[in-house]
């Protein structure tokens, strides 16, 4: 999905907890993928009925299920009655201009943020919003988009059983969940760098005839960028100073983790606005510049031009006794005084330095 403004005339008039959809419309299918994993053990397959995952809900195993588009209420509906989910986080998780956020909700832990990629064709961030479910045992993910996702290292990981992550809880796997996501965002604001270095490269080498429209584009871009980061570092916090006993005192070191980076990436961005900033006054300021020394130019060649004027409208008038007209080098001398005061005119002004 891109940057786009959004409509939030959807859910007017409806009561708290109605479940509406508010994103693009998509007539795909659901995936649902569930992965069961333990140190020992690993489990993964499609599930074609949401009522099918309700066995793992309570298996001392993690269980991780992937919920890849949300288009479809009724799945969301029906996960929410198998987990015990509450309608108004159903209506968050539905909601994709839901501001990134983290609640505590005892038996479950619930967050929200935006996964971001950079289209290179159009040059432009694109955006789906994920949400996790955190049980005792289980995680729920729920991603706005079906055309896969940063999650794919995190499978093969589990799969291979590489490290440690099959050795820990629940809550180790929705940190590196969101730590794919918060690692991906490095890669969109690489790629946004680059793209600010040839806007400054080709306003300093004065090439820059469409850059104002590009300064404004990433400026919209880093505008949308500050939104998704700013309350994601607020959710991080917020699971920092919490005491939830659903994430184990040794996993808040890696949310620690998690929160530099959300502040380096926040710190990058304001530095980029500042930037771009500067770089749209330059550009203006250069454009300012050329018309200046145009308009120099001109008033430098209408000044010439004026004696000169002055001169061919007297001789030009039509009076009967201009004892001038009948000189025989009248003419040659009328075009030597007129040159003679344009190299004039032309050495004071190159001596004042006007051009």
């Excluded at 998780?93 to 832990?109: G, H, S, V």
């Excluded at 916090?237 to 380096?264: A, P, Q």
Aim: hydrophobic share 40%.
């Amino acid at each position: 999905m891109s940057l786009k403004r959004k409509k939030y005339t959807r859910k007017t008039g409806l009561p708290p907890g109605s479940l509406i959809y508010t994103g693009e419309r998509k007539s795909e299918k659901v995936i649902i993928e569930l992965i069961d994993y333990s140190e020992s053990s690993y489990e993964v397959k499609s599930i074609e009925n949401i009522e099918d995952c309700a066995v793992y809900k309570d298996k001392p195993s993690v269980t991780w299920i992937n919920i890849e588009g949300i288009h479809d209420t009724s799945i969301i509906e029906k996960t929410g009655k198998i987990f015990g989910i509450h309608p108004l986080l159903l209506e968050d998780i539905l909601n994709t201009n839901q501001r990134p956020k983290a609640e505590d909700f005892e038996d479950y832990l619930f967050f929200t943020l935006k996964m971001l990629h950079f289209d290179e064709a159009k040059k432009e961030i694109g955006f789906e919003q994920v949400s996790f479910i955190l049980g005792q045992n289980y995680i729920i993910s729920f991603q706005e988009g079906i055309a896969g996702d940063l999650f794919d290292s995190i499978r093969e990981r589990l799969k291979n059983n590489k490290g440690t992550t099959r050795k820990k809880g629940a809550d180790y796997l929705v940190y590196l969940l969101i730590d794919a996501v918060v690692d991906n965002y490095y890669q969109t604001i690489e790629r946004l760098d680059a793209t600010i270095e040839q806007i400054e490269e080709a306003v300093m080498t004065d090439k820059a005839d469409h850059c104002v429209a590009s300064i404004q584009k990433i400026k919209k871009d880093l505008i949308y960028l500050r939104k998704s980061i700013y309350p994601l570092r607020e959710a991080i916090s917020y699971i920092l100073k919490g005491e939830s006993k659903l994430i184990d005192h040794n996993t808040l070191k890696y949310f620690r983790d998690v929160y530099d980076h959300t502040i380096y990436i926040f710190e990058n961005i304001e530095t980029y606005r500042d930037i771009l900033t500067g770089l749209l006054d330059v550009h203006l300021s250069s454009l300012s510049n050329r018309m200046n020394v145009v308009m120099k130019m001109l008033t430098i060649i209408s000044t010439i031009f004026i004696p000169l004027t002055f001169i061919v409208g007297v001789y030009g008038m039509n009076f009967k006794f201009m004892p001038e007209l009948d000189w025989p080098y009248s003419y040659p001398i009328i075009w030597g005084v007129m040159i003679l005061i344009s190299i004039i005119m032309v050495i004071y002004f190159r001596r004042k330095k006007w051009f």
